[in-house]
């Protein structure tokens, strides 16, 4: 255990024990029993996270113990003790975790490593008992702080005050290179490192997707650049889709060679492939893993939050329903459930243009993690075969740049720098493209 929790963590997952052989309110060590070992200092984290939120750390303490003890449990602290103060010294006996406890214990590393840290805190721990809400530690936390979204916002807002444990672009590019085994439809084994098939966490509440509303302007076809990445931005960059599943496929502008068409910003697939001298394939919607891995590497290192970046997905995403697409490796066993996304993410909507100068509102699913994670976003039909699916649009914390993908391309705003960069992969096809340019023609 203690090689992926901090000290305090190990510590309060212990004292948790001792707190239900203490009470024994239940066979099991559950919710309750960490709720109160969670809290055994004002100073932490939790404490502190608590404070943010209007909530002081003793009284919400001794309202854990009331609630324990309203529902008939009877408290076995030593003889001599303070009856209301049990003491943490008393030896803890054999008590095992219940489901709950076991997937708070699992959720927590999911935690820490979306936020990028190496180790589950107690922070962590307590993001991961939130997500518990039936659970009694829940409801004892929703009757001392209301709405439970408050708390994990003001504990992730505590958790971004602390650095990260090592460079991060560095650790990401580590995880990207881990995550080559990842194809249009690659193939996988259980023996790979599971921790990077894992998909981002659903995000604290909606808040962070306002700003996507706000840096909007007015719709229209002369403003479908910004309307899709937002103003404000000093450049703007189109990615056409690249036309195969692997490094070096053709080009759009090879192909618009071959067919005598002339290449720019605002250029459309059927427009270069109206000759059709040569046409290899058709742009996807979504990104290849390679491709989508390529831009993230350089994204990555344009913000100052590369540990802390925004995922929206669209509500009728196929990564969003795994179960209605039929399994198709002989042999293969279903994914393990946290490599798929999680439904109970929060849902916003968002206007998007339709093509003919219009807006509509979309709903979106939000999910958070770092940069990089926008590679494990996706449909595992089993443990074998991942189909990735490019977030429709993606942020990081500090909002330097915004990415939005529409239907065989990805519209990138951001610095000067960034934009001149990204158009100079060797990798990647992307065009610079004026925040006013005429709209793709579909036709």
Known sequence: MSERFTDEAGEALGQSQSFARMIKDDAHVGTQHLLLSLMVQPDTIVGLALAD??????????????????????????AGSDDREMHLSYAFGLYQFGPQMWRVRVNSQREADALGHDRAGLGHLLLALLREPESMACQILADQVGELSK?????????????PAEDLPSRWHNAVTSARLFGSAATHHR????????????AAWTEPAQWLADRRTLPGESHWVTNM???????????????GDHPGSQT????????????????SWREIITAVRMCPGSPSRNLPTWALEALCAILAQHTETPHTCYFAVHEH???????????GAHGAGPAPIEWQLDESAPIFSYPVPDGGGRNHDIKFYLYTGRVGDAARIGMWVDERQFYPQTPDVFWPNDHAWHAATGYDSTII???????????????????QIPPAAPPVKST
């Open 53 to 78: 939120v209007g909530v002081t750390w003793n009284d919400l303490r001794w309202g854990v113990f009331d609630q324990v003890w309203r529902v008939g449990i009877t408290p076995t602290a030593p």
């Open 151 to 163: 708390l994990r916002g003001a504990v992730l807002r505590r958790l971004g005050t602390e650095p």
């Open 191 to 202: 023996g790979s490192d599971m921790a990077n098939h894992r998909a981002p966490l659903p």
């Open 229 to 243: 990445v937002g103003s404000g931005f000093e450049a703007y960059a189109r990615l056409l889709h690249p036309l």
């Open 252 to 267: 759009w502008a090879a192909v618009a060679r071959a067919n005598g068409r002339t290449m720019h910003p605002s250029v």
């Open 317 to 327: 995403s196929r990564a969003l329903h795994p179960g209605s697409f039929r399994r």
């Open 413 to 431: 705003g951001g610095s000067h720098q960034l934009i001149n960069e990204l158009c100079a992969s060797e990798t990647l096809e992307i065009l």
